[in-house]
């Protein structure tokens, strides 16, 4: 079956044709955060069909937003990454996501979170023009989701997985949505227990200023 397209000659119909299928955007999200194997995608999005996730990494190759690459040798192994072309859809795909979630509310009891997902979510969040006079480095723990984020003076560079010189450990749930939306300070989150904190306490009210939809 072809795929269905808007048949309008503008940008957006051009734009919705590329990416706007189930599990696109959410395939070219996490191949923002680094290129990977078919099998790191699906495990990244454990709901997507095997079927569905080939088909939509074929039709992203086809638009030109996403290359395959075979990584040298001992590896051999062929992983996806972003061309120039899909790269410049970080800037919409973050201004998406913070749209998206001031109507996120709370967590269902089957949804999940992942490490891609959250490192996109400080990318977001993100303000350098708060960060410039800024030097620290954060681990945030979010049950098994473990994102390190080291910020330099308006820069962020942020990764899944432990930050082993990290200034300020934060663990948590749900309460950090309430925390980058400003709905909770630092103060409360850390009074109420729903964050617990190691390192210099005063560092979680410097990340709500820098990190906040």
Known sequence: ????????????????????????????????????????????????????????????????????????????????????????????????????????????????????????ALRATFHADEARDVAVGYEIRLGDVVVGARVHHGTLDANPGELADADLVIETGPAIRSLLAGEMTAAEALDSGAVAVKGEAALLETFTRIFRL
């Open 1 to 120: 079956m072809s795929k269905r397209q808007y048949g309008q000659f503008c940008g957006l119909a051009r734009a919705v044709d590329l990416v706007g299928e189930r599990w696109a955007l959410l395939i070219v999200r996490d191949l923002l955060v680094s290129p990977k194997r078919f099998t790191d995608l699906k495990r990244g999005l454990p709901r997507i069909p095997t079927n569905v996730l080939s088909a939509r990494l074929k039709e992203l190759e086809a638009g030109g937003v996403v290359e395959r690459r075979v990584r040298p040798r001992p590896d051999g192994s062929v992983v996806y990454e972003l061309t120039d072309y899909g790269r410049d859809l970080e800037d919409i795909v973050l201004a998406f996501g913070r749209w998206g979630a001031r109507s996120l509310g709370e967590p269902g009891p089957d949804d999940i979170l992942t490490s891609d997902a959250f490192v996109m």
